[in-house]
């Protein structure tokens, strides 16, 4: 089969399962949701947002999370992880909007990757679906499926990007990252999964890349069984 075949049945399943996939992060606007993006790295959607109604109900525009320490930031995130440092970046992101942006989130990537805490994901999910402009988030869910489904070679988030954005259409970018996380996360765990029972991983992964995985599973077994027979 060759790539582009594989790339367009692997959209029509996932358009099967997630003919309208939502936006995972709780959100009311483009800032909200540049927030609640910031929060998400290095923790999970749902960790995010039981932390969120709260912190936005105190300040739910630019102007009066301006007005907030970073101590009364991190007391609201506290939960989240690397809120310390998640604080300091959402005080210095809302100075900076007050400053140079008329406390109004910007609408270029350029823009949005000069704002404390935001990198290039960040800033992509922020155009793709708060502003409606094709960009193609890449996070670990997608990084790791786009590898094990033979669309890219896993050797950087960056080449993972430039691989889908060429083998899909640019008007699917923002449905299509939304459903490969979703689909990931209730269909194909990055532990235990079973191949033969996924149906993507069942025709899309290759023997290769089956067999590295299989013997992956088994040494964290393995290194899992070690462990705990020295506790004991």
Known sequence: MKLAEKA?????????????????????DPFTLLIAVLLSAHTTDAQVNRVTPALFKRA?????MAKLSIEEIQGFIRSVG??????????????????????????SFAALEELP?????????????????P???????????????????????????RDLKGL?????WNKLHLQIIFFGREHCPARGHNFSQCSICQWAASKKRILSEQNRQSDIAAKKKITEAQKN
């Open 168 to 172: 899909f259409k640019q008007s699917e």
């Open 135 to 161: 960009a193609f988030p890449v996070n670990t869910h997608i990084h790791r499926l786009a590898a094990r489904w033979g669309l890219s070679d896993g050797s950087s988030v960056e080449k993972t990007e």
């Open 117 to 133: 805490g935001v990198g290039h994901k960040t800033a992509s999910v922020v155009m793709a679906q708060a502003f409606g402009q």
């Open 82 to 107: 690397l809120a310390g440092s998640k604080a300091r970046h959402i005080y210095g992101l809302c100075q900076m909007l007050m400053q140079n942006h008329a406390g109004v989130v910007p609408r």
């Open 8 to 28: 367009q049945k692997i959209a029509e399943i996932l358009d099967h399962l997630y003919p309208k996939p939502p936006i995972p992060l709780q959100h009311q």
């Open 60 to 64: 739910p525009t630019v102007e009066k």
